[in-house]
């Protein structure tokens, strides 16, 4: 058992890509349910619909990277339409029903075979974002960050995943913080009082799920950039899951929460992994395989899932009273 | 008086002098019951109209399909000359007839203040574009926080203005209600039972403020089951039961109408109505 490999391996995800694609799709979730009450469980979807799209546009349209990120958010922008004109007038609960299947459809629709030379149907699409690494103004080398070796490539993957999680922070508190917020919030508590005081409460859940889509689309292109792949697989409900925990136990009416929540998250949830694997290694857990032992993180996250829900549902960074069921 | 509202014949459906909102043949069925069938409606302008009637009678069904939260069967109505028979609530709002709802509507985990500015209807900080410039809006929403501010004291809420509207009482809750539709300077206000689980020291300054309502030349239609409020204040009275209007006429008339008192009043016509239903 190797206790520094288990201490430093974690440390990497504070700010590995992997960790700001995740952020990234919290965020834009606590954009659609912190602040405008929008059940959308779907978000895997969007984040699909970005990676699909941008390396459909880098590996087939030659768009090159703007031009990729471009065709990514366009495409994101008209999903939102598709699943928002038809269901955002229905209750908050058919929403959610219909994001989560909407989610699996998409998926799934990707690996179909008639599609297969576009999108590599089951098997996915590599070499994504070569065009984007060519780019990368690091020169050639091995970084220290941290204590953690990393290749320049890594780095730049690293910090274009995390500077991108800066810029829609930041736009993300000025929208919050202003009158328009202030209308979503007020959907959020009461959408017919809205209405009676002459707000166009359609249009602004179409502007929220939209933009909380555009920024899971950046999660997904994030997600592939670093990757250099597109996976069908990875865009399955767990992906939705893994955000929304941790946007739950950071706050899902803050910004910060889900940026802090997805560094803990990834960090304590491979921390556990490691150490479980660690302490099987060497026969201190004799009932349980190593496959069990990498497993159990899993049942930890969904406990604290449920625990966080329970007792603290504003999550660590929220105001206890904004977000109590309740009022 | 009752020559200066109503033309003609004071009648159920008579016309009015000066009539602001005017509806014809407005009805809505829930499966076999007929919850409202208005034949022909004026509410006079810059008036004070109640709309009275037992529980049942339609009143807020009636509130509801005018303002556009519900759609009725048939019928037409028309605010200003202007048609609103299918226009989006949200639009009749705009237009200048703002509503409050019988159970209120206070957005609990807004601030009372944040209510208040939500009640504004020309501020271009929530258009999603000019949100994220705030010198295009900070202007504006410098004047609404006053314009909310000033109205806040006049409801006697401006000590609350920092608290969530959670925390607010009923009563106040419906204060707030008031007050934030008074933001949006409407110029027909409907408020859904006003005095509802008010105490009767509220009440009075709630009569206070409709009356001054009325001053500023905004005109009042209000559902009210309390005889004895709707005496006070009222310049006009409308009665509903069983989704028809069945007569209307200056209070102290309307009072004596035969027809309300079958209808609605009963053997206890000069008790408190509150106690009959």
Known sequence: MDLVQILSLPLIQFFSATTAAYVLCALGIAMQFGFTGLLNFGQAAFAAVGAYAYAIGDLFLHFGPIGSLAFAVICATGFSFVLGIPTLRLRADYLAIVTIAASETFRLLMTSGQLGPWTGGTEGLDSVGNAYYKMNPIPQGIYNVLGIPLTEKQLWSDLTGWSTVVVCALIMLVLTRSPWGRALKGIREDEDALKSLGKNTFAYKMQALTIGGIFGAFGGIVFSIDSQTVQPTVFGTNFTFMCWTLLLLGGAATVLGPIAGGMVFFVVFLFLQHLLQGLQGVGILPFMTQDQASQIPFVVMGVTLMLLVIFKPQGFFGNKKETQING | ?277
Not at chain 2, 58 to 74: A, I, R, S, V
Not at chain 2, 114 to 131: C, H, V, W
């Open chain 2, 1 to 277: 008086m009752a020559d200066l509202i109503a033309k003609g014949t004071i009648e159920p459906g008579c016309q009015k002098v000066d009539p602001i909102l005017i509806a014809d043949s407005v009805s809505r069925s829930f499966g076999g019951n007929k919850a409202v069938d208005v034949a022909h409606l004026e509410i006079p302008r810059g008036k004070i109209t109640a709309l009275i009637g037992p529980n049942g009678a339609g009143k807020t069904t009636l509130f509801n399909l005018l303002t556009g939260f519900d759609k009725p069967d048939t019928g037409t109505w028309n605010f200003e000359g202007r048609n609103l028979a299918g226009v989006a609530p949200y639009k009749v709002a705009r237009i200048g007839m703002i509503r409050t709802f019988q159970l209120t509507k206070a957005l609990s985990l807004l601030t009372v203040l944040d209510n208040m500015r939500l009640g504004a209807q020309t501020n271009p900080g929530e258009k999603i574009f000019a949100s994220l410039i705030r010198p295009i809006w900070a202007k504006q929403e410098a004047e609404i926080t006053e314009r909310a501010e000033t109205l806040l004291k006049r409801f006697k809420l401006d000590t609350k203005a920092a608290d969530y509207a959670a925390a607010l009482s009923g009563g106040q809750r419906k204060l707030l209600e008031m007050a934030r539709a008074l933001m949006g300077n409407p110029k027909l206000v409907m408020l859904d039972e006003p005095m509802a689980g008010v105490n009767p020291a509220l009440t009075q300054s709630l009569l206070d403020h409709i009356k001054g309502l009325k001053a500023n030349g905004t005109t009042v239609l209000f559902v009210e089951h309390d005889m004895h409020m709707v005496r006070h204040i009222s310049d006009w009275v409308v009665v509903m039961a069983e989704g028809k209007i069945v007569a209307e006429g200056p209070p102290a008339d309307v009072m004596k109408n035969p027809a309300v008192i079958d209808a609605y009043l009963g053997a206890h016509a000069d008790s408190d109505l509150g106690d009959v239903r």
